[in-house]
């Protein structure tokens, strides 16, 4: 009889550890979308509805079905796996998630092993995902304070390592990639890859990758709450600071346009700051030691189109004409900054004009695509109103088919920017498809003369774009948010 209730017991207990395996899962997940950051995962997340499906309601029938809670444990497996597979952002396997499943296991073959011996509640299972999550926290903290002091004594060892730190609400890393696209050609120039742009993701490129002989590293610097940047400054203690225009992006998380400007401006918080490359619009700092130099510089003659775009600067008192395959005005100005810190380092403009030229469009940033005689405008990197409002104005040029477009809204904005953006769509496309649910209701509401398509599912995305384009039809990807929010 006792090993029958041993071995039941047993038995009970690996249900429950599956199924907190399980939670431990889904938390993991939103802990990495982020920024494991768990007050964030409560108060910014766009689908609460998934917190009581997957985490809540579970809980609460785990805690009233007792011995039967196994029947509800396969469906909410079932949901789970369902889930996972329709995510377009799934867990990434890093090294953090890995110890952290590693402390997560530990704690729960302990709490196991009590369980089966000791007559002690199965609540305790509960504590050992606290005690994981706190171990976690502490743990990351005490090795990243390790990182961080190896990133800096490497970047102290570097004599003649020039540093360029970039930030804005808006096209901070189309101005790196120009950046890197113009200074790599003359020195040896290292950026920080994709949309690395945190303090840990920074560290962590500073002691993988920055080589001992780089003569110029530019870095982006990304915030979603105060002291961010400031973290990132004190880190790099960077020789020249770009800070872009300045927006409603992340308006969700900073609540007033002054907070986002005063978070931008710690990227000012340099001892050894050399210059300021400012965008023309934003305040002038004050207190700033360093010279301040306001961009874009004049422009004339723009021409922009589904082909490139053509425009003119005054540089040094004199105007030089650029042509580039780049899309959109508002490229200009990241551009702009781009030719004047390549004038600091001892670049000749007809050189830079040759360069300029040979920019290749970056990855989902306005790119054209040319795609079985279809064009397509991959935008889906761009997230603010003025950036749409360019990719849609190019769009209207287009003389073909169709012209259709895809997309979630804006995310962490105002509805009145959503509400701009459904007018706009109106006035240009035949068809929008609206993806998600996030932002649904508004455009809908909002669009009354294009065909509207809304699909919660991308998985359906490419049938529906098969059986509605056909040659010479333009589709814009405007924005991809992904499914989370």
Known sequence: MEMMELSNNILAQIVNIIFMFSIGYYLAQNLQWYNYNVFRIISKHKKIKWHFIYFIIPIILFCILGNYFYIYLVIHIILLLLWHCKLDKKLIWTSRIKRFFATYIIFLLISFIILIYFDITKYILFIALLLTLITSYISELIIMKQYEKLAIDKLTSFSNLSIIAITASYGKTSIKNFLYALLSKKYKTYATPRSVNTINGIISDINNNLESDCEIYIVEAGARQKGDIAKIS???????????????????????????????????????????????????????????????????????????????????????????????????????????????????????????????????????????????????????????????????????????????????????????????????????????????KILSQNISQAQKIVIKDKANLNNILSSICKQGDLILFANDAPSYI
């Not at 020789?239 to 401006?265: D, M, P, S, V, W």
């Not at 004050?286 to 589904?306: H, R």
């Not at 380092?345 to 360069?355: A, D, N, V, Y």
């Open 234 to 440: 004190h880190l790099l203690n960077q020789h020249y600071a770009i800070i872009g225009e300045i927006g409603e992006a992340h308006l969700a998380y900073f609540k007033t346009l002054e907070n986002i400007k005063n978070t931008k401006y710690e990227l000012l918080q340099s001892s050894r700051l050399k210059e300021v490359f400012l965008y023309k619009n934003n305040e002038i700092p004050s207190g700033v030691s360093a010279p301040i130099t306001t961009f874009p510089p004049e422009v004339i003659d723009i021409d922009s189109n589904l082909s490139g775009t053509t425009f003119t600067l005054k540089l040094n008192d004199k105007f030089y004409t650029f042509h580039t395959k780049i899309l959109g005005t508002f490229n200009i100005s990241n551009l702009s900054v781009a030719i004047l810190i390549a004038l600091r380092f001892g670049m000749k403009p007809k050189e830079i004009q040759e360069l300029v030229s040979k920019i290749q469009p970056i990855e989902h940033r306005l790119e054209k695509i040319e795609a079985n005689g279809k064009i397509i405008l991959d935008d889906s990197f761009n997230g603010n109103l003025n950036g749409i409002r360019e990719a849609i104005r190019l769009a209207s040029l287009h003389k073909g088919g169709k012209k259709i477009i895809v997309t979630p809204g804006l995310v962490e904005t105002s509805i009145a920017n959503n509400t701009t953006l459904a007018i706009l769509i109106d006035s240009v496309f035949d068809i929008a498809i609206i993806t998600g649910d996030l932002n649904s």
